[in-house]
C-alpha cells in the first residue's frame, strides 16, 4: 500500500475521529433531561409520583427525581445541604422550621393540600374500637406511632390524644414508626393492634388495613410546599408549585384521597 494513500487515509480517519468527539457532547447534552428535585413528606409519595409524571408529560426534558420521607428528616437534609428544588411538609411545623433556617424561599410559600389523621386495624381485626379511649383496653397491646419530635403525623396524633387525656396510656404501648408509612406497614403486617397514620395512607391498602376511627381535629393537617432557596432552578421549581396547585394537580391529589387545603 503506497505511503501516500495511508497518510491520507490516516487523516480521514483522523477528521472522523474528531467530528464524532465533538459530536458526543453536543448529544450528550441534548439526551440529558433537567433534572429536578422534589422532596416530600411520605404520605404524599402515590400522589407525587403520578404528579410528577404529569409534569414530565407536559414539560419534555425534565425528569422529575423524588425523595420521600419524614417530613422533618428531609428538611434537615435540605438545611445541611442535601440537593433540593421543592420541599413539600405534611405539616407546617417542619415548614416553619424550613423558613427559620433559610432553607426555602418563604414567598413561594403555599398550602396545596390537607389530610385527615385515622386509627387503623388490620382488615381482620375483630377488636372493639369505637373511640379513642379504647385503646387502653388490654386486648390492645401494641399501637402504631409517629414521634412527635420528628414526624408530622406523630404531632397530630399526640394533640389527639393529649385532648382525649390518653396520650401517656397509649405511649406506654406505641411502637414509634419512623414515618407514616412504616406505620402503615406495622398494622398491614399484623405487627400491632392499631396505628395512627393519614387517611390516604389507610387507602393504599384497602385489602390489608381498614379504618376504625376517624380523628376529628380543631387544627386541619394542612400540606406547606416551597421552593428550596438552594435550587439552581427556581423558575422551574416555581413551574412546578404552580402545576401542584392547579385544576389538573389537584385533581390527582383528589384521587388519592387529598382535600383541598
Not at 414530565?56 to 422529575?64: C, F, L, S
Not at 374500637?129 to 404531632?155: E, I, Y
Amino acid at each position: 500500500m503506497p505511503a501516500s494513500f495511508t497518510a491520507q487515509h490516516l487523516r480521514r480517519l483522523a477528521a472522523s475521529a474528531s467530528f464524532v468527539l465533538l459530536a458526543l457532547p453536543l448529544a450528550t447534552t441534548a439526551a440529558h433531561a433537567t433534572d429536578l428535585v422534589v422532596s416530600a413528606a411520605a404520605s404524599l409519595t402515590n400522589a407525587f409520583k403520578d404528579l410528577g409524571t404529569a409534569f414530565e408529560q407536559q414539560n419534555p426534558g425534565v425528569k422529575i427525581i423524588n425523595n420521600f420521607g419524614a417530613s422533618d428528616i428531609l428538611m434537615q437534609q435540605i438545611v445541611r445541604g442535601a440537593p433540593a428544588d421543592v420541599f413539600a411538609s405534611a405539616d407546617q411545623t417542619a415548614m416553619d422550621k424550613a423558613v427559620a433556617e433559610k432553607a426555602v424561599q418563604a414567598s413561594t410559600r403555599k398550602n396545596f393540600a390537607a389530610n385527615q389523621i385515622v386509627l387503623i386495624v388490620p382488615s381482620d381485626s375483630t377488636l372493639p374500637l369505637a373511640g379513642l379511649k379504647d385503646l387502653t383496653q388490654p386486648a390492645v397491646k401494641k399501637v402504631a406511632l409517629g414521634n412527635p419530635a420528628s414526624v408530622p403525623f406523630g404531632r397530630y396524633t399526640k394533640t389527639a390524644l393529649e385532648s382525649a387525656g390518653l396520650w401517656d396510656a397509649v405511649l406506654a404501648k406505641g411502637v414509634m414508626a419512623q414515618n407514616v408509612r412504616q406505620s402503615l406497614d406495622y398494622v398491614a403486617r399484623g405487627e400491632v393492634e392499631a396505628g395512627f397514620v393519614f387517611a390516604t395512607d389507610a387507602a393504599v391498602m384497602p385489602d390489608k388495613v381498614k379504618v376504625a376511627i376517624r380523628i376529628p381535629s380543631d387544627t386541619p393537617a394542612t400540606y406547606p410546599i416551597a421552593v428550596t432557596a438552594s435550587t439552581a432552578q427556581a423558575e422551574l421549581a416555581a413551574k412546578y408549585l404552580a402545576y401542584v396547585q392547579s385544576a389538573a394537580g389537584q385533581a390527582v391529589l383528589a384521587r388519592y384521597g387529598f382535600l383541598k387545603p
